[in-house]
């Protein structure tokens, strides 16, 4: 047992594991709540639920928070709500893969701004090819939605957004700032669901698979990232889950039966690889910006 809690296959496969359930939850929550409730209604689901269970477990209520620190969980909050909404909805005419390979380009943007070298802007012009590869001028698979397209950006956006609103509680624990900024993220959306869906979200089985999709997409790889965080380097962590978009996009597959084209997974290893390459030549920074999902996006990242 000591072995195998010393095994430096642990944290590898505690990420690749946070990757495959985030994912899979994902699917499960397109598949299972979007015919029901849309996707507002299936975001109000997922972050409410996992800000419950998130409050309950760290129970932040009993460190005290300063006002400045208060209103930067509030931007960071509203922030991933905004990302998490606009993602599924990306979701709605996007296939899974495609939309997570859109979207990883606001972490890579924002971690190429803050180094400003010369190979970092080759990182961001290679995943600049990948998005002209899927741009919706025609596929063999068919071209893709624009409008779709434009939310997955705008969700990259405000994941950008996020690491950068991230750095400033980057001092408190994710003990305060993953239960409260999900909080904050649960008040912006959960009306926005409730106005959309009504009184179908709280049909007693649309309310249980919501509660499934929260435990499989955010508590599990949660807790599995948490583990890995601890026991793995920045960019080994960085460089891993770049692999956000490639599993996506196989899961989607064998659960959504999404067939993509040849140049569209030509399209999200590029955008993969440029992502990689960015976390392995980081420079050392006081707070990384490398494009990493981080454990409170597990809530709302593949959104």
Known sequence: MFALRSSPWLPVLAIFGSIVFLCTGT??????LFPEVGAQGTT?????????????????????????????????????????????LALRTLPFGIAEAIAFVGPLTVAVWSSRRALDFAWIGLAIVGLVLLLPWGHDAGPLDPTGMAWAALSGTCWGCYIVFGKRVGHLPISITAPLGAAVAALVLVPVGVAHSGPALFT??????????????????????????????????????SMEPAVAAMLALMFLGEVLSFSQCVAIGLIMLASMGTALTAQVRPISTMPSPGPLNKIASSA
Not at 27 to 32: E, F, L, N, Q, T
Not at 212 to 236: C, D, M, N, R, Y
């Open 204 to 241: 007693p089985s649309i309310l249980l698979t919501g509660l499934g999709v929260a435990l499989v997409s955010s508590a599990i790889p949660i807790s599995l990232e948490l583990f890995a965080l601890k026991h793995l380097p920045k960019q080994a962590f960085g460089t891993m889950t």
């Open 27 to 32: 699917s499960w929550a397109k598949h299972a």
């Open 44 to 88: 109000a689901l997922r972050l409410g639920f996992a800000a419950m269970l998130m409050l309950l477990f760290w129970r932040p209520w009993r460190t005290t928070v300063t006002k400045i620190d208060q209103r930067s969980i509030a931007l960071y909050g509203s922030t991933l709500g905004l990302m998490c909404l606009s993602f599924y």
